[in-house]
């Protein structure tokens, strides 16, 4: 799916956010990305979804660089940020709408809105519901775009344990039930448990990636 052949970013002329990233990421795996603050964990997976573009090096998608392609975003990224950006006079039906419209190929609506638990807060506005409903909401608008991936910034990092266990819990399920390549950057060790895949970063370098088995059946 991606391959990144010596990756860097360069802020400023001085300062390497990555320095010689490289990194094979296999379609429908679930690729956990963990390391401290400022390790290149967001920067990378900026990279990998086309909002920030490598200083040197080559970002492969599917055997092509990412700059051959129109509307790669668009058509084969849907994004989860910690930050749940919702429209505050639109329902929850309302939102996930906004990214269906933007799209040909979507999924079916009600099916998404049922898989993740949300069928009794679709006609619901954002002040209405809970950390952890606005967290899927914004996995429903990644999801109803049928991408080809979806990345998620620390999904959970605005939620409590309870909470950010049953979106690990949710990620993975969507994962496997649409056949998705998922990449998250976190530091929640949790996610450690349905990872396919753990990258650790450190100082804009990639220090290990590991096979893993999931603990989830």
């Known amino acids: 799916m991606y391959e990144l052949v010596n990756v860097d970013k360069l802020y400023n002329n001085f300062y390497y956010a990555l320095k010689k990233v490289n990194l094979k990421i296999q379609k429908g795996n679930i690729v956990v990305i963990m390391g401290p ?3 290149g964990k967001t920067t990378l997976l900026n990279i990998l979804g086309g909002i920030d573009r ?28 910690q930050s749940c950006d ?3 006079n639109l329902t929850v039906l309302e939102n996930i709408l906004l990214s269906k419209n ?6 079916d609506l009600k099916q998404i809105i049922d ?11 954002p002040y209405q519901l809970s950390g952890g409903q606005k967290q899927k909401v914004m996995i429903c608008k990644a999801l109803v775009k049928n991408p080809q991936v ?7 990092g605005s939620l409590d344990e309870e909470s950010g266990q049953k979106i690990i819990d949710l990620l993975y399920k969507i994962s496997k039930k649409f056949k998705k390549t998922l990449v998250i950057v976190t530091h929640n060790p ?28």
């Open 37 to 39: 603050s400022g390790s």
């Open 54 to 81: 490598p200083s040197r090096g080559k970002l492969l998608f599917k055997n092509q660089e990412i700059s051959n392609y129109t509307c790669y975003r668009k058509d084969n990224i849907g994004f989860i940020f």
């Open 86 to 88: 919702l429209i505050s």
């Open 102 to 107: 933007l799209v040909n190929d979507y999924l």
């Open 115 to 125: 898989v993740v638990g949300l069928t009794k807060e679709k006609n619901k506005y």
């Open 150 to 156: 979806i990345l998620a910034d620390e999904p959970t």
């Open 190 to 217: 949790n996610f450690k448990k349905i990872a396919d895949v753990l990258v650790s970063m450190n100082s804009g370098k990639i220090t290990s990636v590991k096979e893993v088995n999931s603990d989830i059946c």
